[in-house]
């Protein structure tokens, strides 16, 4: 039922510009691992459908950290795909994120 509504509403976009979505769990964590159930069944169910209708950018949460991702496509680096970007401190101490595969930038200070 949620995958419905959400293909609905980005195929509903399509003419729009941009195109992004706010989520809890993060598809590409920072902190922590890939692997977790909910991240994968994130990639599994939602990434299909963010590369199907071209999601600018990904909003994630769950990890208090700030990292933007490398544009993906299909689990891999690509020009055309999806920037996921992290959902920083929050009102938390920054925690650091680990070196992935598909981070570009990642902060763990306080501005």
Same mark, same amino acid.
């Given at each position: 039922?949620?995958?419905? @509504?959400?293909?609905?509403?980005?195929?509903?976009?399509? $003419?729009?510009?941009f195109r992004t979505?706010? *989520?809890?769990?993060?598809?590409?964590?920072?902190?922590?691992? +890939?692997?977790?159930?909910?991240?994968?069944?994130?990639?599994?169910?939602?990434?299909?459908?963010?590369?199907?209708?071209?999601?600018?950018?990904?909003?994630?949460?769950?990890?208090?950290?700030?990292?933007?991702?490398?544009?993906? #496509?299909?689990?891999? +680096?690509?020009?055309?795909?999806?920037? *996921? +970007?992290?959902?920083? $401190? @929050?009102?938390?101490?920054?925690?650091?994120? #680990?070196?992935? @595969?598909?981070i570009e930038n990642?902060?763990?200070?306080?501005?």
């Amino acid at each position: 039922e949620q995958l419905e @509504w959400l293909e609905g509403k980005l195929r509903d976009s399509l $003419a729009k510009p941009f195109r992004t979505a706010l *989520y809890h769990t993060p598809l590409y964590p920072g902190r922590r691992e +890939i692997t977790e159930k909910l991240t994968k069944e994130g990639r599994e169910y939602w990434m299909p459908v963010f590369d199907k209708y071209h999601l600018s950018v990904g909003f994630e949460n769950h990890d208090h950290i700030y990292k933007r991702t490398y544009p993906l #496509k299909d689990d891999k +680096i690509d020009s055309t795909g999806t920037i *996921y +970007i992290g959902d920083g $401190a @929050w009102g938390v101490s920054p925690r650091k994120a #680990k070196s992935r @595969w598909y981070i570009e930038n990642s902060v763990s200070n306080v501005n």
